[in-house]
């Protein structure tokens, strides 16, 4: 409820705000200051309460919950997420979920957040347990803005929303407002989803007094304004009827205050915040306000966020006609739909190859928005010759440090936003190269969260050189280290006289099979392979040049070849949170008839790819590559059955691109967590998100 | 190995063994039926035992004009063959005899009439295998429905043929179609489909498993259909077969009764199976360094399997549509008493044995 507040916030003119002091003063206890601040942080021009000290800060939650001054009752807008500078599509879900109500902060104190969930995994043994212990204890390694309250309460909000829900006052907050209309903000930015339901409009009058204390950040609305504005004229019928319903209520309580300009209300804020909380003294106020709202944003807010976050946001369906046109008038790529699509598959962009190319080539001057080094890969994806997972994702990452490097801010613009738009931009340019992947998603995410925390005291300069630092840590920890990590703990399941059985060209497999040779172990590799893009050759390649006893042979003859194997190693691109492994087509037959020969099936996957989505089959998510390699066989020219039929409407090619292995097939993941069931990667799922915080 | 493969010629020379049986069977019984009227008891003796040694001799004529039968062009040579093999065993047994001369004009009619007798009855034989597609497509409208989506790998004519007449029936279904590397047969038959206006959708094999969830039947031919009810299939079904298995679709084989193979398997993937050239898969100049046994090792680190076949087990197979009806894996063994005698299993064995 806080943070929905909060976010109604944004929506609320000024007019409305004066009005909503006085509502709810049973959530002032849920108040704290250190909220109040990071709410007023994306405001430069609010003036900044005094800053607390340190023990302040430790216990942030306590203090206001003695203060009882009907004054403070603003209790909606102390949190922001981060994500409202996000301009580009955010990954909110569009169901209103549940968050985290003020009532129950009373119901768990704030130590509470410390102790591990009991589900968490053991702490791993190797270099990336820094990454948890960072999690855990993060005042050690980032002493200067992050206090420990942040882990406090990162871990603290996160139980109370389980709290929440398990003592049945979820009814209450299920419906929240807060997230239907800040999904509405998502949704005008991103152009791209649902309206939301009615029935959270509803619950949303319910809830009005309370959000219309987050009226005082209104201020924050003057950058926004234009966008409220348009979503203004957007709200529902029931909506207005709510913002009606709420000033009527407003007026009942016949308020004192009258501040009707964005200064007096912010004035009033200001007062009541120091009213509220006597603790800081004004010396320090304006940079350990700042401080305070950086790490009530790093620590605090995230997690809620994600919480809201952990539905992803329903993905384009290109079966729908209007959407599918408003994309089109956006797009940078003119594509041409291929003639004869898939009819299981209408929901997919299914394109023309080859046209795009030559258009894209000629645009390349038109094309200005498009940082050189992103277009560069861009067209990489395109013509394929960057592929598997991690080599899309660091090359993207890489492509858009370039960009960073070269970025200045606009006048009149803040960086934050000016750059999240930026590299919206770029990414929609990249999509329309190639749909992008699932770890690709989450470096992005990654990448925008960094950006929307960037602290507004750092210069363009340094801001600059700290998200380039963030994206070599990413590339370094997530990725490189996780691999290590991964071969390490894969190795010691490779004994002598094993015969191994990897298919397609995985990364991490490869990394395994190398550095088991490097150990002496002796070893025999089957290179299973398939169409069309016969990947294995290349691993064959290397593996046979290292001098490792290989077989090949194609994904047809798995049955046959599946009697001398005594271990299946596959790679993956994304490890779904049912336990469903995403992969390169045909994983999930090769896992099949590996469980069916009773052979352990063992999938490498970097932690960064998991993702909290779900997937029964391998259809209603999925990319199509180009139909035409279907139909002509690289090598073989004497199979050219259907060269003169390709253009019949009868005939469809299907080339599907992923496939989704059911749980049951696996055996273990090896991540860099460790080796877990494919039941444990909900669990990493959830950790992972709130060490990804920190890194 | 390569005589193991093509099961169908062996089923076939068992085939014509067994109607010589039959046919010489049903005369000596006529016979028999006409001695009695005349109550000559060592007549009758003398035949009985005429016929054993008939019977003996014939089979291993017959076993040895199958052994040469069993090349490719085997069935013609097998025919001609016949009525040689029907005469030899006669005119020895003529020259061992010692009955009357009326005797042995009375034998070579019999024989004249039991050559008449087999040649119709093979004649009978090859115009089933002939017209076998017509009579399993003729059941094509009791196994599809409406919107039926059916999915098969490689080609055969048999579920081309069986796909077409539901098409003409008026039913109206699609067929994904994958493309079974690395033969791609798959793509003949997608264009043979397409030509006949068949919705048709072409997939890679590995495709198979993503595809299947929203498929509602899996028709393919087969290469051989053992004793047990398993079946030996193109290369890529056992892992369709697993697939189908897994989300619960009937997977149905097509096969014509000539296929019917009256052995057991015993280790099927590996003793009838075919490992065919690296060619298909690989290109030997790329790869032409690692697949030579020159390196110091002794053998060479790479080596490329490219089987032809699968075995299906029993349990996978939900239905056989041959072209005397639907049956269940479990009554294979019934259909294979009908069609072959037992002795022929044996016969086999004494081939092996002289071989």
């Given at each position: 409820m806080q943070r929905n507040g909060s976010v109604l916030s944004e929506l609320f003119s000024a007019s409305q705000l004066y009005h909503c002091n006085k509502t709810s003063p049973n959530l002032l206890s849920s108040l704290s200051d250190n909220r109040i601040r990071s709410a007023h942080f994306n405001n430069e021009t609010l003036i900044f309460p005094p800053p607390p000290s340190l023990s302040n800060i430790m216990d942030p939650r306590r203090a206001p919950r003695t203060v009882s001054d009907p004054k403070v009752r603003k209790v909606g807008f102390f949190t922001d997420p981060p994500d409202r500078s996000l301009p580009g599509p955010p990954d909110h879900p569009i169901s209103s979920f549940p968050t985290s109500p003020p009532s129950t902060v009373d119901n768990s104190p704030p130590s509470a957040g410390n102790s591990l969930s009991p589900v968490m995994i053991p702490p791993p043994r190797h270099s990336s347990s820094i990454l948890s212990r960072l999690r855990r204890d993060p005042a050690e390694f980032f002493p200067l803005p992050a206090s420990p309250t942040?882990?406090?309460?990162?871990?603290?909000?996160?139980?109370?929303?389980?709290?929440?829900?398990?003592?049945?006052?979820?009814?209450?907050?299920?419906?929240?407002?807060?997230?239907?209309?800040?999904?509405?903000?998502?949704?005008?930015?991103?152009?791209?989803?649902v309206p939301a339901s009615g029935l959270t409009t509803v619950s949303a009058v319910n809830n009005l007094p309370i959000e219309k204390g987050g009226g005082v950040a209104v201020e924050m609305q003057d950058d926004q304004s234009s966008r409220s504005k348009s979503l203004k004229e957007k709200t529902t019928k029931a909506e207005r009827r709510a913002l009606q319903e709420a000033q009527r209520a407003a007026k009942a309580t016949a308020k004192a205050e009258d501040g009707k300009t964005p200064a007096a209300a912010s004035g009033a804020a200001a007062s009541v915040k120091?009213?509220?909380?006597?603790?800081?003294?004004?010396?320090?106020?304006?940079?350990?306000?700042?401080?305070?709202a950086l790490e009530k944003k790093a620590g605090d807010?995230?997690?809620?966020?994600?919480?809201?976050?952990?539905?992803?946001?329903?993905?384009?369906?290109?079966?729908?006609?209007?959407?599918?046109?408003?994309?089109?008038?956006?797009a940078v790529v003119k594509q041409t739909e291929a003639r004869n699509r898939v009819e299981l598959f209408r929901h997919l962009p299914q394109y023309e190859r080859g046209t795009q190319r030559t258009e894209l080539q000629s645009k390349f001057f038109e094309l200005d928005p498009v940082h050189p080094a992103v277009y560069k890969v861009g067209l990489q994806y395109l013509y394929g010759d960057i592929c598997g997972s991690n080599a899309r994702c660091i090359a993207m990452l890489q492509a858009f440090q370039e960009a960073i490097k070269d970025y200045s801010t606009p006048s009149e613009k803040t960086l934050a936003r000016d750059l999240t738009a930026k590299i919206g931009s770029y990414l929609s340019f990249l999509i329309e190269c190639r749909p992008l992947s699932i770890s690709m998603g989450n470096a992005i995410r990654f990448l925008k969260n960094r950006i929307a925390k960037l602290p507004l005291t750092l210069s363009e300069l340094e801001a600059k050189a700290t998200l380039r630092s963030d994206i070599d840590r990413f590339i370094n920890e997530?990725?490189?280290?996780?691999?290590?990590?991964?071969?390490?703990?894969?190795?010691?399941?490779?004994?002598?006289?094993?015969?191994?059985?990897?298919?397609?060209?995985?990364s991490a497999v490869e990394m395994v099979l190398l550095h088991a040779h490097e150990l002496g172990k002796q070893f025999r590799v089957v290179v299973v392979d398939s169409r069309p893009k016969l990947e294995g050759q290349l691993l064959l390649h290397r593996l046979v040049g290292k001098g490792i006893n290989c077989t090949y042979t194609h994904v047809n003859a798995i049955s046959y070849i599946m009697h001398e194997v005594t271990r299946v190693f596959l790679g993956a691109s994304s490890v779904l949170s049912n336990g469903t492994v995403y992969s390169k087509v045909g994983t999930a037959c090769v896992a099949m008839v590996a469980h069916a020969f009773r052979v352990p099936v063992l999938v490498c996957c970097e932690a960064y790819k998991f993702h909290e989505r779900v997937q029964l089959d391998s259809l209603c998510s999925n990319e199509l590559g180009d139909p035409d390699v279907i139909s002509k066989i690289h090598g073989r020219e004497d199979i050219n059955f259907l060269d003169g039929s390709t253009n019949s409407e009868n005939l469809q090619l299907l080339n599907l691109i992923y496939d989704a292995t059911p749980s049951d097939y696996i055996s273990m993941i090896i991540t860099d967590y460790g080796m877990v069931p494919p039941t444990s990667v909900p669990v990493i799922v959830r950790d992972y998100r709130r060490e990804h915080l920190w890194i | 190995m390569r005589r193991n493969i093509k099961l169908a010629v062996g089923n076939i020379v068992r085939r014509v063994l067994h109607i010589i049986r039959e046919e010489d069977l049903s005369l000596t019984t006529a016979a028999i039926a006409g001695l009695n009227l005349s109550a000559a008891s060592d007549g009758d003796d003398d035949d009985d035992g005429e016929q054993d040694e008939h019977t003996v001799l014939s089979a291993a004529a017959v076993a040895a004009s199958a052994r040469n039968a069993l090349r490719p062009p085997s069935l013609q040579t097998l025919l001609e063959d016949m009525p040689e093999s029907v005469a030899i065993p006669h005119t020895s047994s003529s020259g061992g005899d010692s009955e009357g001369k009326s005797k042995s004009a009375d034998k070579s009619s019999r024989t004249r009439r039991l050559k008449h007798d087999v040649i119709e009855a093979v004649n009978e034989l090859i115009q089933d295998i002939n017209t076998c597609h017509e009579q399993i497509a003729e059941q094509a409208v009791e196994h599809i429905h409406q919107n039926e989506v059916i999915l098969t790998l490689g080609s055969s004519k048999t579920v081309l043929e069986f796909l077409y007449a539901a098409k003409e029936k008026k039913r109206s279904f699609r067929v994904f179609v994958a493309e079974g590397a690395p033969r791609y047969q798959g793509h003949l038959l997608a264009k043979e489909l397409v030509t006949r206006g068949l919705h048709t959708t072409l997939i890679t094999d590995s495709a198979v498993f993503a595809i299947i969830s929203r498929v509602n039947m899996v028709i393919v031919g087969a290469h051989a259909v053992m004793a047990n009810g398993g079946v030996i299939v193109p290369v890529g079904l056992n892992m369709v077969a697993l697939a189908a298995q897994k989300h619960a679709v009937p997977f149905v084989v097509l096969a014509g009764s000539h296929k019917l193979c009256p052995l057991y398997p015993h280790n099927p993937e590996v003793l009838l199976n075919e490992l065919r050239s690296p060619s298909e898969l690989l290109d030997f100049g790329e790869f032409s360094d690692c697949l030579d046994f020159g390196s110091s090792?002794?053998?060479?680190?790479l080596h490329v399997v490219n089987p032809a076949f699968d075995y299906v087990p029993p349990k996978l197979v939900s239905l056989f549509i041959t072209d005397t009806g639907g049956h269940n894996p479990s009554y294979m063994y019934r259909l294979i008493a009908d069609y072959y005698s037992a002795d022929d299993l044996v016969v086999r064995r004494r081939v092996a044995l002289g071989n």
């Open positions: 942040a882990s406090t309460s990162t871990s603290f909000s996160d139980d109370v929303a389980w709290t929440m829900k398990g003592r049945g006052v979820a009814a209450a907050s299920s419906s929240l407002p807060g997230g239907l209309l800040f999904d509405i903000a998502a949704i005008k930015s991103a152009a791209s989803s120091s009213g509220k909380s006597l603790k800081p003294p004004p010396s320090q106020k304006n940079d350990s306000a700042a401080l305070a807010r995230p997690p809620e966020k994600d919480r809201k976050k952990e539905f992803p946001q329903p993905r384009m369906q290109f079966d729908d006609k209007s959407r599918v046109e408003k994309a089109k008038r956006r997530k990725i490189i280290l996780a691999d290590k990590v991964i071969v390490k703990h894969a190795v010691t399941k490779i004994s002598d006289g094993d015969v191994l059985l990897t298919y397609g060209s995985p | 090792i002794g053998s060479p680190l």
